[in-house]
C-alpha cells in the first residue's frame, strides 16, 4: 500500500534533508512519520489540543483589547516594527479579528464541502456575542477535525504560513496568539467552563468583588454580558453542566 509522509511539522527535518539530498547530493538516514492516511496521529491530536486552547487564548486576546495598554511588543503580523498602534488594545483587537474570521471562514469551507451547509447558505452571526462565536467555532472545527485532516483537499500541503492545510491554519493560529499573550499576559485568565449567560469564554474570578466564604465571586468579562455568580452557584452549574455532557455521551 502506497503510504505518504506527512506534510505536518513533524517531517520539518526530514523535508530539510531531502532538499539537500536532491540539491548538493548528500545522503541521510532520516526517515518520515508517514500519514493516517494523509496526516499522521501526532499531528492530528497536536491540532485537536491548539483547538481545545484555542477559545482561552482569544479570550486572553479579548481581555487585552478590552483593557490593553500601549507596548513595544504590539506590532501585528506583517506590521514594521515602527508601527504604534493608534489606541491601546488595537493590535489585539486587529488580531482577534482575524483570527476568529479565519476559523469561521474554515468552518463555513468544511461546512459546505461535507453537504451540511446548502451552496448559497450563510451563518446567522446578528446578535451572537463575540465569547459565543469563539466558542461554536472552536466545537465546530473540532468535531470536523478527522475529516479536515484527512479529508480536506489542502490536508496535503505542507504546514507553511499561508496554505490552506487545516492542520497548519490551527498550527498558525494558536502560535501567534500564544505569542501575542505572552507579551501581554492576562494572569487572572483561568480556565473555567463557559458562561451560563453568553456562552462565551470570558468566565473569571472577580478581583474586585468581595470574597463570600474566603470564595471570589466569578464574573463575566464580556462586556454585553458581565453576568456575576458566586462560587457555590458556579460550582452548582459545572456540576449540571458536567451531568449534561455525561447524559448526551
Not at 2 to 12: A, F, I, R, V
Not at 171 to 186: D, E, G, L, N, T
Request: glycine fraction near 8%.
Amino acid at each position: 500500500m502506497h503510504q505518504t509522509p506527512c506534510p505536518g511539522s513533524c517531517n520539518n527535518a526530514w523535508r530539510r534533508a531531502e532538499t539537500i539530498r536532491e540539491e548538493a547530493g548528500t545522503e541521510h538516514h532520516l526517515t518520515p512519520t508517514w500519514g493516517r492516511p494523509v496526516q499522521c496521529d501526532g499531528c492530528t491530536e497536536r491540532a485537536r489540543q491548539h483547538l481545545t486552547e484555542l477559545p482561552e487564548l482569544l479570550t486572553a486576546v479579548q481581555l487585552e483589547a478590552l483593557h490593553g495598554t500601549h507596548s513595544p511588543s504590539t506590532s501585528t503580523i506583517g506590521s514594521r516594527s515602527s508601527d504604534a498602534p493608534a489606541w491601546p488594545g488595537q493590535a489585539a483587537r486587529l488580531l482577534l479579528e482575524a483570527i476568529l474570521g479565519e476559523m469561521e471562514e474554515l468552518e463555513s469551507d468544511v461546512l459546505h464541502r461535507r453537504g451540511i451547509w446548502a451552496a448559497d447558505a450563510e451563518p446567522a452571526r446578528d446578535g451572537v456575542t463575540e465569547g459565543r462565536r469563539i466558542t461554536d467555532v472552536a466545537r465546530i472545527l473540532g468535531a470536523h477535525l478527522g475529516w479536515m485532516m484527512q479529508h480536506h483537499p489542502a490536508a496535503g500541503e505542507p504546514h507553511d504560513r499561508g496554505n490552506a492545510n487545516p492542520g497548519g491554519q490551527i498550527r498558525s493560529w494558536h502560535s501567534v496568539a500564544q505569542r501575542f499573550i505572552k507579551a501581554h499576559p492576562q494572569h487572572d485568565v483561568r480556565k473555567l467552563a463557559p458562561c451560563p449567560g453568553c456562552k462565551g469564554p470570558y468566565l473569571a474570578e472577580s478581583r474586585d468583588l468581595r470574597l463570600v466564604g474566603d470564595r471570589p465571586y466569578i464574573e463575566c468579562r464580556d462586556p454585553g454580558c458581565q453576568r456575576i455568580l458566586t462560587s457555590a452557584e458556579y460550582d452548582a452549574y459545572v456540576k449540571a453542566l458536567a451531568a449534561g455532557i455525561s447524559a448526551a455521551a
